[in-house]
Nanobody, 123 residues
């Protein structure tokens, strides 16, 4: 069992930056592929970024070049540094863990989910 708790959301102006954190608990959490998803009001949840245990990363086209995912296995924490934020980045951001042991981007490939943290980007 893996528990995930996100933090770091908030209100930021367009062009600003935020760093989200996801603290994972569970003995094998460092082996999991970790992902970030987001869900804007009235829209479906979408993939943002993922990082596997070998530190390979993958990003959606909408955030590539602006967001950076990283992980600190000693702290069982995954981060996403978000820069050049746009109003369309406004969403609830969710952290997820997958036992797939490779980079995966589909929601049904993730086994555990956090409760989410709100990010609001004002224009």
């Amino acid at each position: 069992q893996v528990q995930l708790v996100e933090s770091g959301g908030g209100l930021v102006q367009a062009g600003g930056s935020l760093r989200l954190s996801c603290a994972a608990s569970g003995r094998t959490s460092s082996r999991y592929t970790m992902g970030w998803f987001r869900q804007a009001p009235g829209k479906e949840r979408e993939f943002v970024s993922a990082i596997d245990r070998s530190l390979n990363t993958f990003y959606s086209n909408s955030v590539k070049g602006r967001f950076t995912i990283s992980r600190d296995n000693a702290k069982n924490t995954v981060y996403v540094q978000m820069t050049s934020l746009k109003p369309e980045d406004t969403a609830v951001y969710y952290c997820a863990a997958s036992s797939a042991m490779r980079l995966v981007i589909l929601m049904n490939q993730y086994d555990y989910w956090g409760q989410g943290t709100q990010v609001t980007v004002s224009s």
